[in-house]
């Protein structure tokens, strides 16, 4: 009779152990689950704010390059930092273009002498953009077309010449700090000699 109510005991006793487990383990489970789903989601939150602060900087580098070719320097001047700096080192030292621009107004200044007049024809697309962390890198293609003696000619008569290039422009808080050119110059001076020098024959 004892060895029965000891058996009764030890499994009541057995049964109570595993029915603690079972509960603790289900809310462990659960525990780690909610712990789970909340770590994704909040993964995919920073996922999705970081995918719209890239989105913010394509559109903001698209505004900016298409407005500093159609000489809107005031939203070029917008969108840019206190800091702003502009670098090309493809340069050559004997095409008389300056490597390196600190500050905005003297960047603007540039420009304007440098794009090309209205009797010009100068068209630049761009052909492919994407972003990495806070740098947007555009993929351009440019055409121009003008008379000989624009391109250091003697007649009058139209040429068309196009180049290549590469520009990184370098964001902090959505404000253009950098905007570096990595343009195929040899080549350009290269098809305005040999197209000046087809017209001479």
């Not at 939150?45 to 970081?50: C, V, Y």
């Not at 559109?59 to 070029?76: E, G, P, R």
């Not at 273009?97 to 960047?107: D, Q, R, T, Y």
């Not at 305005?192 to 001479?200: E, T």
């Amino acid at each position: 009779m004892k060895k029965f109510f000891l058996g009764v005991l030890i499994g009541a006793l057995f049964g109570s152990l595993m029915t603690y487990y079972i509960v603790n383990f289900n809310k462990n489970e659960k525990k780690q689950e909610s712990e789970t789903m909340t770590k994704e989601k909040t993964n995919n939150e920073n996922l999705n704010l970081k995918q719209e602060h890239f989105n913010v900087q394509v559109s903001l580098a698209k505004k900016y390059y298409h407005s500093l070719y159609n000489k809107d320097y005031d939203t070029v001047k917008s969108l840019v930092a206190d800091e702003f700096v502009f670098s090309d080192p493809t340069v050559d030292d004997k095409q008389g273009l300056p490597k390196h621009i600190e500050g905005i107004s003297n960047f603007v200044e540039y420009m304007d002498r440098g794009t090309p007049s209205e009797d010009i024809d100068f068209k630049i697309n761009i052909t492919y953009i994407f972003e990495s962390n806070d740098n947007v890198v555009l993929y351009v293609d440019s055409k121009m077309t003008g008379t000989e003696a624009f391109f250091g000619g003697q007649s009058l008569n139209n040429i068309t010449v196009s180049t290549k290039g590469i520009t990184v422009l370098e964001f902090k808080n959505e404000k253009i700090t950098k905007h570096t050119d990595y343009f195929d110059y040899q080549s350009l001076n290269k098809s305005i000699v040999l197209q000046l020098s087809k017209n001479k024959k």
